[in-house]
């Protein structure tokens, strides 16, 4: 038998088979255009190249590649919808960040709020009292120590409260003496007032030795008055 009748032959039934390509096979459902349009080229191709034999060997080659083009749109199909998919999830993330950032800030302001809810505070007002000392002294008297302590530890929990320390002495002496008394003066009663647990951040600590005197007068019973530590506590400031 010659090729040419045989080639022809072969070549309407793979165009026969192009045209067809929608139909159904009985036993294995539907037949996708990909695989038969790879089966119908390549056996044309085949067909065209090679003779008969050709055209077998090229239709089992165009249905490989029928398939691949088949499983290469699946595979891009895959890939654009892992794509979507990683862009949501990067979103996410981000929206988790902003919301992570604005809870952090929510929990500071909270923090504070309470902070300052559960400090104690006196309303504004000012308290003055003084502390005595005996001639040429700088040493308290337990009295006097014992009305300190109960002060300082009544007003150092109070978040709004100072306290001012003015160091004085009478006009007996020397001038520089007199400062120099009235800084040991002051000192000590300042020194006490920490020990009890007052903030030293809130206290203001200054000594005027005998420039301030309380009373015009030159005798022993005006000079007690002379010979103190002024004490002013400040709260509502």
């Known amino acids: 038998?010659?090729?040419?009748?045989?080639?022809?032959?072969?070549?309407?039934?793979?165009?026969?088979?192009?045209?067809?390509?929608?139909?159904?096979?009985?036993?294995?459902?539907?037949?996708?255009?990909?695989?038969?349009?790879?089966?119908?080229i390549g056996?044309?191709?085949?067909?065209?190249i090679a003779g008969p034999p050709g055209a077998i060997v090229g239709g089992i080659t165009g249905n490989f590649a029928g398939s691949s083009l088949e499983a290469e749109e699946t595979i891009n199909s895959l890939k654009t919808q892992l794509?979507?998919?990683?862009?949501?999830?990067?979103?996410l993330h981000q929206e988790t960040h902003v919301l992570h950032g604005q809870l952090a800030e929510r929990e500071q302001q909270v923090d504070q709020l309470i902070q300052t809810l559960s400090t104690p505070k006196l309303?504004?007002?000012?308290?003055?009292?003084?502390?005595?000392?005996?001639?040429?002294?700088?040493?308290?008297?337990?009295?006097?120590?014992?009305?300190?302590?109960?002060?300082?530890?009544?007003?150092?929990?109070?978040?709004n409260v100072s306290v001012e320390l003015y160091g004085h002495a009478d006009r007996r002496g020397a001038s520089y003496y007199n400062n120099k008394l009235s800084k040991q003066r002051v000192r000590t009663v300042a020194r006490l007032f920490c020990n009890t647990g007052?903030?030293?951040?809130?206290m203001t600590v200054l000594a005027f030795g005998e420039s301030q005197p309380l009373t015009e007068s030159h005798d022993p019973e005006g000079y007690v008055f002379d010979r103190r530590v002024q004490v002013v506590i400040t709260s509502g400031q």
């Open 1 to 40: 038998m010659k090729a040419g009748p045989i080639l022809m032959f072969i070549t309407l039934s793979m165009m026969n088979t192009l045209l067809h390509a929608n139909e159904t096979k009985p036993d294995d459902g539907p037949v996708s255009n990909q695989e038969v349009t790879g089966t119908g």
């Open 43 to 48: 056996a044309l191709i085949g067909a065209i």
């Open 83 to 91: 794509g979507n998919e990683k862009m949501h999830a990067e979103n």
């Open 123 to 159: 309303l504004p007002g000012k308290m003055t009292f003084y502390i005595q000392f005996r001639h040429d002294s700088s040493q308290l008297e337990p009295t006097f120590i014992e009305q300190i302590n109960s002060i300082s530890r009544m007003f150092a929990v109070y978040e």
């Open 198 to 202: 007052w903030p030293e951040q809130k």
